[in-house]
């Protein structure tokens, strides 16, 4: 059954409220994060943008690496060689993360919504290693793929060994330089947190490197999942990263995709961001995740829903959804 595109949010809500729509998968990226203080990626200010392989303790060529690609630091290639940068670089937010320091923003309990207004929320394919979807308790387990991992868990990329994620913590904080300059009781330099299982430099957050393969569980729900799904939302991705981006293709030509994003994203992957014919199936909510989000839960008449969760979101999103119930 292909749904109408819509033409606006508040169409866009009348689809998913209808009786043909019946199953709903999302797909989230860094965008749906940043309302919580947690920087993206490629935007400007993004993790790679302000990489400093400088500052990391690494051999000239791995920093001449960095410097020409800054994912590299976040490799499998360099890392089961050195440990360092990419602890060094996600120190904080691995101790931010134990101190929960993040909160989950209005974009993520659209997600919580969704599924306990309607029950159509059959996956989220998050991308995000912060663990804020799961903030959302009314989310079943299950519902949720954290397809690149996750920061709040630990375990050594050799052995499998996983590690105690506060014990780990604690090693992060007296082992691993701060190149941030905001603990000064950091070390000066950095010495290895050593797997007490098989004895290797290799414990990190057990997210998944450049170069090494996606949780089973990614590929089973895709299976599961996509062939007969009316709807996929697209939220906060640059859609630059595979296989994550290949919902965007996998799906049946008849299911609908939303693209909630500040810049247009995956016209390379098929999304047509022109077209008006017949066959156009892609519609996009241009805009900063959270006031697109926002607007999409009014039209959907949830907005006292929301407002039970006020104190759970962070600042930023708080504001937003106080200039809602002013405006
Ligand atoms: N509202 C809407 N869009 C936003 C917002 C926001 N507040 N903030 C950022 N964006 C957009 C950016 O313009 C960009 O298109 O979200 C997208 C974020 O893209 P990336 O920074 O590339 O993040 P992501 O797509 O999640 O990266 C995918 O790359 O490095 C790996 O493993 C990492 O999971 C990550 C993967």
Redesign the pocket.
Known sequence: MKLPLPVDLASLAKVILSPECKNICILT???VS??SGIP????PG?M?DTLKPELLTASAQEKRYMEQDP?YV?TWDIFRNNQFPYMEVRRPFILGTRNHQWKATIANRFAELLHTKTGKLRRIYT???DGLQRQCQDIPDETIVNV?GTISKAGCEHCGHDMDFDEFCNQVQTKIKDIYGVDEKAPSESTPIFCEECGKAMVKPKT?LFGRSLPSEFFECCERDLPDLDLLIVA??????SP?NSLVYKVPDTTLRVV????P?GMELGIDYNGKGPGCRDFYAQ????AVFLNLIQELGWLEDLKQKRDELPPASIQLLDSANSG
């Open positions: 990226g860094a965008g940043v309302a993206d990626f490629r935007s993004g790679y994912t976040v991308q995000n290693i690149h998944v906060g991705t640059s859609l630059v990263v994550a909630v994003n500040n810049e994203v805009g900063q995740c959270d």
